[in-house]
């Protein structure tokens, strides 16, 4: 396809990838009080074979062509890539400060179960053929317990936000917990690709060098990063040459991960959390976020779609499989996130509004997946169960949280206390707002 051809194919695409989010975004936060990830989510596996290529396959292929498929994978890796640096820059380290006993138990346990179902399910799936060729056992079974153990950070941060929760208990036992279980699953997925290459020497350099990179940003940036908000505080806002260093450092930190064999969304969260917190962080978010969630996540969510093929779960042993995963996945951190609040004290309906909330995996999940087939650890019918999986728990999320939990709040009057949040107070705010 000669470049002219692929810039008309680029363009509409542009145009059709965001009309789908956000129609189905509004459709879903308007009619069923879903948050917008779950539109757009949704809107991604219709534009792709599963929908629109199995009604109007004709349509599909001249609004996605094959040629144009490396241009739409790069904008996603740029999307997600920024989204987690957005992420990094709400993240709260003061969190893992309050209900630190509760907090480190519940995130343990919901990591531990699901690895345990992890095990107890890679020797079936390996047979069935659903991984990638020359993918060990090990490796099949840490990418499984990352995948089901993940937490959808920004969904938690959003359901408290909306409900008045930050500042409660509950809103600083469920954001602790998530962080301290995403950076786990972040941890294991970064040993699973460290593992691939050209043999161990491949792995050291990724995880010595991953490690090396993440102890600089997370012991030594911000103190580098320093002399960049003094700029922007002189200022008074975040100039357009204060937004290009920026830029310009989540490029290279992006970069780094990368070569170092991990992967650039590792980057962009590292460099976010780095990030001296203040105008610089608050002015950013406001700057980088509307675009990365109007246009560049979207865009993510489309490139899943397309890799999104439900018909290949066209038996009833391909949907028993799927719906295994679905509920091993679903009880195991529920049940264990629940048991883990209740032992270290918490009341039953904290201990059960936790474990919804912990259970919900959306965009966190998509990104894990996605890597896992660019990498060839898992096949597209395993992506398929794996994307269904990502879209109903974080459909469960909302309507299973307010029916543990609502009422109770709205007694006590903790929903009342609503987060009037500065820069210190913000709970993952810029990608709370638009995707959670």
């Given at each position: 396809m000669a470049l002219s051809e692929l810039s008309v194919a680029f363009f509409?695409?542009?145009?059709?990838?965001?009309?789908?989010?956000?129609?189905?975004?509004?459709?879903?936060?308007r009619f069923f009080d879903q948050p917008q990830v779950i539109g757009e989510m949704i809107a991604g596996v219709i534009l792709g074979p599963s929908l629109l290529g199995l009604l109007a396959p004709d349509v599909q292929a001249m609004?996605?062509?094959?040629?144009?498929?490396?241009?739409?994978?790069?904008?996603?890796?740029?999307?997600?890539?920024?989204?987690?640096?957005l992420v990094g820059l709400g993240f709260r380290t003061d969190h893992f400060r309050l209900n630190a006993r509760s907090?480190?138990?519940?995130?343990?346990?919901?990591?531990?179960?699901?690895?345990?179902?992890?095990?107890?399910?890679?020797?079936?799936?390996?047979?069935?053929?659903?991984?990638?060729?020359?993918?060990?056992?090990?490796?099949?079974?840490?990418?499984?317990?990352?995948c089901i153990s993940i937490t959808a950070f920004p969904v938690l941060a959003r359901i408290i936000q909306e409900r008045g929760l930050t500042k409660t208990p509950l809103g600083s036992l469920a954001l602790s917990a998530g962080a301290i279980d995403d950076a786990g699953a972040w941890t294991v997925l970064a040993i699973v690709l460290a593992s691939f290459g050209g043999g161990p020497e491949v792995a050291i350099k990724a995880i010595v060098g991953g490690g090396l990179f993440a102890a600089f940003m997370i012991v030594l940036g911000p103190k580098l990063l320093a002399p960049l908000a003094r700029w922007a505080e002189r200022e008074g806002k975040v100039t357009p040459q204060i937004l290009a260093v920026a830029v310009m450092l989540f490029?290279?930190?992006?970069?780094?991960?990368?070569?170092?064999?991990?992967?650039?969304v590792f980057g962009g969260f590292l460099l976010g959390v780095a990030m001296p917190r203040g105008l610089l962080t608050?002015?950013?978010?406001?700057?980088?976020?509307?675009?990365?969630?109007?246009?560049?996540?979207?865009?993510?969510?489309?490139?899943?779609?397309?890799?999104?093929q439900l018909t290949m779960v066209n038996s009833l042993n391909l949907a028993a499989i799927a719906t295994v995963i679905l509920v091993g996945s679903v009880a195991a951190k529920g049940l264990a996130c629940w048991a883990a609040?209740?032992?270290?004290?918490?009341?039953?309906?904290?201990?059960?509004?936790?474990?919804?909330?912990?259970?919900?995996?959306?965009?966190?999940?998509?990104?894990?997946?996605?890597?896992?087939?660019?990498?060839?650890?898992?096949?597209?019918?395993?992506?398929?169960?794996?994307?269904?999986?990502?879209i109903v728990t974080t459909l469960m999320a909302s309507p299973l949280?307010?029916?543990?939990?609502?009422?109770?709040?709205?007694?006590?009057?903790?929903?009342?206390?609503?987060?009037?949040?500065?820069?210190?107070?913000?709970?993952?705010?810029?990608?709370?707002?638009?995707?959670?």
């Open positions: 509409l695409q542009v145009f059709v990838i965001v009309a789908a989010c956000r129609a189905m975004g509004w459709i879903m936060k609004i996605f062509p094959k040629d144009a498929k490396p241009v739409l994978y790069v904008c996603a890796q740029l999307g997600v890539g920024l989204y987690m640096f907090a480190v138990a519940v995130s343990v346990s919901g990591m531990a179960a699901p690895f345990l179902v992890a095990v107890a399910l890679t020797p079936w799936l390996l047979n069935l053929d659903l991984f990638g060729k020359g993918i060990t056992s090990v490796q099949a079974t840490l990418f499984m317990g990352a490029g290279l930190s992006a970069w780094a991960m990368d070569a170092a064999g991990l992967h650039s608050r002015e950013i978010r406001k700057q980088v976020e509307p675009f990365t969630t109007a246009l560049l996540v979207p865009m993510f969510f489309a490139f899943s779609g397309l890799n999104t609040a209740r032992v270290t004290g918490q009341d039953n309906a904290t201990a059960m509004a936790v474990g919804t909330l912990m259970n919900a995996r959306g965009l966190m999940e998509l990104i894990i997946i996605n890597i896992g087939l660019q990498k060839g650890i898992i096949g597209p019918a395993l992506f398929s169960m794996l994307v269904v999986m990502a949280f307010e029916l543990v939990y609502g009422r109770k709040a709205r007694a006590s009057g903790e929903l009342g206390q609503l987060n009037e949040a500065d820069d210190n107070e913000d709970i993952v705010a810029a990608p709370a707002k638009g995707l959670a």
